[in-house]
């Protein structure tokens, strides 16, 4: 009868969502219409931002629940097929949607970096942990760790990672979502993220996990709808093929390929327009590498000698027969903007001496580790380094992937471990569809980049441009540096989060796609951010409060705690998002390396070696988070400490060091000390063995 009841549930899931999916469309059609009415591109915006955050509001509050199984684990009953499709949305968070493809515009083949490790981390967790943890039962990763290595000092320090590796993540979705907010809605970035947090909080405030699982399958159906519209009309457009992932690779690339030639060889048209500016970068980073080693030497005598050359070369200008306005103005503006101390003019010249990155040729997209040198010697040498981050990402990602605390509770509301073994499946395939035509968004985009707007002219800029200048000039910024009035790619800043948002303006395709877009992108941050809000108040609430301080809490108050701790958390992270903390994708690959470090040691033993006990969790994750948080802050600029690399390894790669500190000291810790007791080991059988049948359900509910 139950197989029957969950049979007929699954059905009706299908025809709820396809009646969902219908709607939608009719919604975009609706929108279209009014665009073609002339109704105006602010109004549309708005009406696709708050259509769909009230969509999902819906959603939420049809889930409502004060049962804790409904809450922490949707009542163990998401059929495979929905588990995989919310765990597609879950995964895919404003990274996957719309830093994926940005970063493989600007990286090109090392971008690939994080398309193999992200896929390539869920055969890991179908392998290693997901029908183990699944097969556990209870309802979080902190429960898996006091259960097997017993004690609270385990479970304490999984909360503490939990919190770390979400914490850091979310802050990238509401980034997203904030840069989202403020483009298409006029408000500022400050103002877009806390707006944005409104819609995070409405999804998965009061259901919690069945909540935040129905209104992510919502989410994906929209977020890959708007991924794929248009990506294919882009492809139609350049190449008259309908299969951008055909089409990038046979048509487009090649003509990028040789249009990035064209642009590094000086004796063409197009490459002696770009030297031209590269040559003033190239000056520019000279002449600011000059005023800091004065500054270095002299201090304030130096900084006012400059400031009184200024002055005099406006008093010459000034002086002139004939004054020129524009160059009086300009003088005024770079007295106005000196530097008003030694510690300001060091900052300003260390950005100005930066410029000269800008001077280096074009990097060829389909080139495997394209990077530059004066000598053999040292290009052999960068390449080296390349390498070694390349493989170090991938490492991190894949292990960081089956270590996310946020993905592996999706694996606990499925009805059985055959269910959480096909649902891995779904989850892959529903990835795969994004991730195989996110390469193909890249090429196609920056084809239309070299095509149209490199050689076309500055008193001519595309509305886009500007639209984006607005938003952040990070992400959009083109000055005509040498004052020929004429576009060049050296000419052209453009930030890799903005690719996707901003590609149906670039390709001139009609708004209601843009705002179809900005729809799916918001789809995409606010599935992650719920997920990962939810995995950081059930770690405060259930693992920390209801286990270690208050066991005999009610429902209504455990409920109540995990709410408010939800409030205060996602508050917090919507404050420091607004300080803008890094890029998008530097973000998240964070979030995996701490994951990785704090968590994968830890759980693979947990489950394969049954010597693994309480010293040897404590010490691995101990060391493990330890490790990787300590070079992350010692080596990423936005701390300020700016230490040297270990090994030539990126800090988005801390993980590289983390995860072996884990293994390593949960394998030290568990040998000299004594191994764990009979019913802890008789759990790992449980775990591991498919003979042994049941889920530990009843456990921690």
């Known amino acids: ?58 959603i939420g509050f ?54 193999l490790g992200w896929t390539g981390g869920y055969c890991l967790v179908a392998i290693l942990l997901a029908p183990y943890l699944r097969k556990f039962g209870q309802f979080t990763i902190p429960d898996f760790l006091g259960a097997r290595f017993g004690g609270h000092l385990p479970r304490l320090i999984g909360v503490i990672a939990a919190i770390t590796c979400s914490f850091t993540y979310v802050i990238a979705q509401i980034y997203g979502v904030g840069i989202i907010t403020s483009r298409f809605t006029g408000l500022e970035f400050q103002v877009g993220v806390f ?14 996990m069945k909540a935040v699982t129905w209104t992510q399958v919502a989410q994906y159906i929209i977020l890959i709808v708007a991924y794929m519209i248009p990506v294919v009309w882009l492809s139609v457009k350049h190449t008259g093929i309908p299969i951008p992932q ?18 590094n060889d000086k004796t063409t048209p197009k490459g002696a327009k770009e030297e031209s500016v590269r040559a003033i970068f190239r000056e520019r980073s ?30 010459a200008l000034k002086a002139e027969a004939t004054p020129d306005p524009k160059a009086i103005e300009a003088a005024e503006k770079s007295i106005k903007d000196f530097p008003a101390d030694a510690a300001a003019a060091k900052k300003a010249w ?141 000419e052209i800043v453009l930030g890799g989060d903005l690719i996707v948002l901003a590609t149906p303006e670039i390709a ?48 209504v108050r455990r409920l109540a705690v995990s709410k408010g701790l939800l409030l205060v958390v996602a508050l917090c992270a919507a404050y420091v998002t607004s300080l803008k903390p890094g890029d998008i994708l530097f973000l998240v690959g964070a979030a995996f390396s701490l994951a990785a470090s704090g968590f994968f040691p830890a759980l693979v033993c947990g489950v394969f070696w049954k010597r693994a006990n309480y010293l040897g969790a404590v010490l691995g994750m101990s060391l493990g988070l330890g490790v990787c948080a300590y070079y992350m802050y010692m080596t990423y600029p936005f701390f300020g400490v700016n230490a040297p690399l270990w090994w030539d390894i990126a800090p988005i790669s801390a993980g590289t060091f983390g995860i072996p500190a884990g293994f390593l000291g949960i394998i030290i810790g568990s040998l000299i000390s004594p191994a764990p007791n009979k019913e802890i080991q008789e759990l790992v059988d449980h775990v591991r063995y498919p003979s042994l049948e049941g889920d530990m359900d009843t456990k921690g509910t």
């Open 508 to 555: 001139g395709l009609p708004y209601v796609i843009s705002g179809l877009v900005a729809a799916g992108g918001l789809a995409a941050a606010l599935s992650t951010a719920d997920g990962l809000l939810l995995t950081i108040a059930n770690a405060m609430s259930h693992d920390l409060y209801y286990k270690m301080i208050d066991p005999n809490a009610s429902t």
């Open 350 to 490: 260390t950005a100005e001496k930066g410029v000269g990155a800008r001077a280096a040729p074009v990097k060829a997209h389909a080139e495997a580790f394209a990077v530059g040198g004066k000598t053999p010697e040292e290009i052999e040498k960068n390449r080296t380094k390349a390498k070694k981050n390349f493989l170090a990402l991938i490492a991190c990602l894949m292990i960081g992937t089956a270590a996310l605390p946020h993905i592996l509770m999706r694996y606990y509301t499925t009805p059985s471990v055959h269910e959480a073994r096909v649902s891995v499946f779904w989850g892959l395939f529903f990835i795969f569809l994004l991730y195989f035509t996110a390469p193909a968004l890249a090429i196609l985009a920056k084809y239309e980049v070299y095509s149209n707007l490199v050689g076309s002219s500055f008193s001519a800029l595309p509305a886009w441009v500007s639209n984006w200048a607005t938003v952040d000039k990070t992400l959009m910024n083109i000055a005509d540096i040498n004052k020929d009035g004429i576009v060049q790619l050296a």
């Open 62 to 115: 049809m889930s409502k629940t004060a049962d804790v199984g409904e809450y922490y684990v949707a009542g163990r009953r998401v059929p495979a097929l929905f588990n995989g499709m919310a765990t597609g949305a879950d995964w895919m968070s404003a990274a996957s949607f719309i830093g994926m493809a940005g970063t493989l515009y600007l990286s090109g083949y090392d971008g690939l970096a994080f398309v």
């Open 246 to 263: 055909i089409a990038a690779y046979t048509s487009a690339l090649p003509k990028v390929t040789a249009l990035e030639k064209e642009f």
């Open 195 to 208: 707006v944005g947090l409104a819609g995070i909080l409405v999804c998965s405030f009061l259901g919690g």
């Open 286 to 315: 000279a002449a600011a590498t000059a005023k800091l080693a004065g500054l270095e030497k002299d201090g304030a005598g130096f900084l006012a000698a400059e400031k009184a050359k200024l002055v005099e070369k406006l008093n």
């Open 1 to 58: 009868m139950a197989e029957v009841t969950q049979s007929q549930f699954a059905a009706n899931l299908k025809r709820y969502y396809s009646f969902y999916t219908g709607g939608f469309v009719a919604f975009v059609i609706v929108v279209g219409i009014l665009e073609q009415m002339g109704v105006p591109n602010k109004i549309l915006g708005y009406i696709f931002l708050f259509a769909t955050i009230m969509l999902y509001a819906g």
